[in-house]
């Protein structure tokens, strides 16, 4: 067994926790985040978790519902709409406990394969390993426009050095997916973990850099702050140009919310 089924089953059980006492009516309010809904959410979180379950234990399967998913959001239907389609029409808490029910089942079947085995994805192949930390990933991310919506202040675990290792493994490609030259220089990164315990990545450096706490890298990263709503330290032209544009996800280029647009309500 490897860690990261472990702690991407954490992430979800948090986040079940936050959901499972709403009543039915709360999962249609809208979040900071496009407009979608609680409901908008935990569908997506669920949809994909079960494309990335299907990469390990069908990849036929998954390969011809993969086709069939980008097919029809290529002819312009809305994600949602397209991932409901591919699902059910299940909603509010049968859809919460649908979700709840499938990831605990995918997180045994993860733990059990080869974290170096090649899975595929709508983009490039990844490993076991890969594929189950982007879970995590978006689950974090996903996460927190709940946990704004609700007033909820998260209590984050170390487990989100996963999500930190993400947003340094992708500096280049967050140039290279917006048509930009990769620069030379990759900025020191020193992050305070929510233990307490100290992340340090790549050359030290005084005029290059990224300090501050973890968790708002890992949101600036993910695009749930501005890096301008935090208060990482950033120094030098690279590292002040890396975060402003950063993005840990695939697809294809995003800009981070605007300033002051995502926090947690009052």
């Not at 808490?93 to 649908?98: D, I, K, N, T, V």
């Not at 998260?154 to 930190?164: C, E, L, V």
Request: one cysteine or more.
């Amino acid at each position: 067994m490897f860690q990261q089924p472990t702690d991407f089953r954490d992430e979800c059980d948090a986040l079940y926790g936050l959901l499972s006492t709403l009543d039915d009516d709360a999962f249609a309010r809208k979040t900071q985040f496009k407009g979608w809904t609680i409901n908008d959410v935990v569908s997506h979180l669920h949809a994909w978790n079960r494309a990335a379950d299907l990469s390990l234990v069908d990849p036929e399967k998954f390969a011809a519902d993969r086709d069939w998913l980008v097919g029809e959001m290529l002819k312009g239907a809305a994600i949602g709409t397209v991932e409901r389609r591919w699902l059910d029409d299940a909603r509010d808490r049968e859809r919460l406990e649908q979700w709840h029910e499938y990831y605990g089942a995918m997180v045994e079947r993860f733990s059990q394969a080869d974290p170096k085995q090649r899975l595929q994805w709508a983009g490039p192949d990844m490993s076991v390993r890969s594929s189950i930390t982007a879970r995590l990933m978006e689950t974090w991310a996903h996460g927190q426009e709940l946990y704004d919506l609700l007033g909820v202040e998260r209590m984050n675990g170390d487990r989100i050095k996963n999500i930190a290792v993400l947003g340094i493994n992708t500096f280049g490609w967050t140039f290279v997916n917006r048509g930009l030259d990769v620069p030379t220089e990759v900025p020191h990164v020193r992050l305070t973990a929510p233990s307490g315990e100290i992340w340090t990545w790549n050359d030290p450096s005084e005029t290059n850099y990224v300090a501050g706490d973890a968790t708002a890298f890992c949101q600036t990263v993910t695009q749930v702050r501005n890096v301008r709503d935090t208060k990482l330290e950033v120094v030098g032209e690279t590292a002040t140009r890396w975060m402003e544009i950063t993005q840990c996800f695939a697809g294809g280029p995003e800009d981070p919310p605007a300033p002051g647009s995502r926090f947690t309500a009052k």
